[in-house]
């Protein structure tokens, strides 16, 4: 897990692995059963709910601040990069994959997607959790990858096939 702690500003946006950019529309204080708590309210960019969560918690779920452009160039340039794969329970991989997620790592969902990409080319077969999870965390990649990259979700979605190598990418297309 990431050790850094970060404080957010109101109208700041933010990444949250399963739930993608939340805009940060307030900071509160509160107390409750006698302990005064932070607590910061997150609206997903899709949908009009409000997520209550504790300062506490924000690293231990991954929220972090949006990735920079360079730093998500890197990621996508490293995204398709051959995993190495465990031999693990369904159980296993779902624990591992939330972890790596939670953890705040910039390539996180990257990397789990990567992986997810690699195990259905080798022709395992995959719970049904485990393609929910590849669903919501491929959604909210792609989100952040439209958000930091100011670009459309259409062409987003271009980036990421190209960066876990479902697509030829830029450089093979001008040879």
Request: a positive charge; hydrophobic letters at 40%.
């Amino acid at each position: 897990m990431v050790s850094e702690s970060y404080h957010f500003e109101s109208g700041a946006v933010v990444y949250e692995p399963f739930l993608g950019c939340c805009k940060v529309v307030a900071s509160t204080q509160e107390t409750i059963l006698g302990v005064e708590q932070w607590f910061y309210q997150l609206q997903p960019s899709q949908g009009s709910a409000v997520v209550k969560v504790s300062a506490r918690q924000m690293a231990a779920r991954g929220i972090r601040p949006l990735m920079t452009t360079d730093q998500m160039e890197l990621a996508l340039q490293g995204a398709n990069q051959a995993p190495a794969l465990a031999q693990e329970t369904y159980a296993q991989r779902l624990r591992r994959w939330t972890e790596q997620l939670r953890s705040g790592e910039h390539h996180g969902a990257l990397g789990m997607l990567r992986e997810f990409n690699t195990l259905l080319s080798d022709g395992a077969r995959l719970s049904p959790k485990e393609n929910e999870m590849h669903e919501t965390v491929q959604r909210t990649t792609l989100q952040e990858i439209a958000a930091v990259m100011q670009i459309s979700p259409g062409k987003a979605s271009v980036r990421l096939s190209e960066a876990l190598g479902l697509v030829k990418g830029r450089q093979e297309k001008k040879k």
